[in-house]
């Protein structure tokens, strides 16, 4: 497979483009594989997935075991009990269980070639951008609304090489943000935001962990 060459845009505090990164190959220059990341979405959801439901077998529900009516000569269907699944109100045939296992198996490099693709994806479509750094003076709401606002993000992922209690904090009331370090970045959220951006330590992190897919 032929690697792509992209360059990231380099954001300073404003949102303006002051420069570009020259993106690794690796994470960034691949082809996008739609049914690799779908795949991996699916099976990402199925794993959080748990098993809250329940519902009872003939054994289960509150019946009485007399038999309805006798054997023969009524000329209705034969009948057991009321229990029975085919009656309102009976047991099911096959019910849900709430120790009921959802998770789908993930091989690893199928994973990290996923996660690469959607990086690829979103460079291509200008949906990445990159960040010096990104941190806030105090563990207040407003001031990461505010400096998000003043450079033009609005629904964003940002991925950093580590959340300071400062910038995790701010976060956390902003429904459209979401903050995480590079080892929790999930497909799903990369896929959700509108837009994703990375600090430049954390790409290296990025590179490090997903790159030999």
């Not at 993930?106 to 979103?122: E, T």
């Not at 950093?160 to 976060?171: C, F, I, M, P, R």
Request: glycine fraction near 6%; include cysteine.
């Amino acid at each position: 497979m032929e690697l792509k060459t992209l360059n990231l845009k380099v954001l300073n505090e404003k949102g303006e483009a002051i420069s570009t990164l020259a993106a690794p190959q690796t994470l960034f220059g691949r082809d996008y594989n739609e049914a690799l990341v779908h795949q991996i979405v699916v099976a990402y959801q199925a794993n959080a997935r748990l098993g809250t439901r329940a519902q009872k077998d003939r054994s289960e529900v509150r019946h009485s075991t007399r038999k309805p009516w006798r054997q023969k000569g009524t000329g209705r269907a034969r009948a057991g009990m009321t229990s029975s699944p085919l009656w309102r109100g009976g047991g099911k045939v096959f019910p849900n269980s709430p120790d009921e296992n959802f998770s789908q198996k993930v091989n690893r490099k199928m994973f990290r070639a996923a996660l690469c693709s959607i990086l690829s994806k979103l460079a291509q479509d200008d949906r990445i951008a990159v960040v010096d750094d990104l941190t806030v003076p105090a563990p207040r709401t407003k001031l990461l609304a505010q400096k998000l606002k003043a450079m033009g993000l609005g629904s964003v992922l940002i991925i950093t090489e580590s959340v300071d209690e400062n910038l995790g904090l701010a976060s956390r009331n902003l429904k459209n943000v979401m903050v995480v370090e590079p080892r929790y970045a999930d497909p799903v959220s990369m896929i959700y935001f509108d837009k994703v951006v990375v600090t430049r330590p954390a790409i290296a992190k990025l590179e490090q962990m997903w790159g030999q897919a």
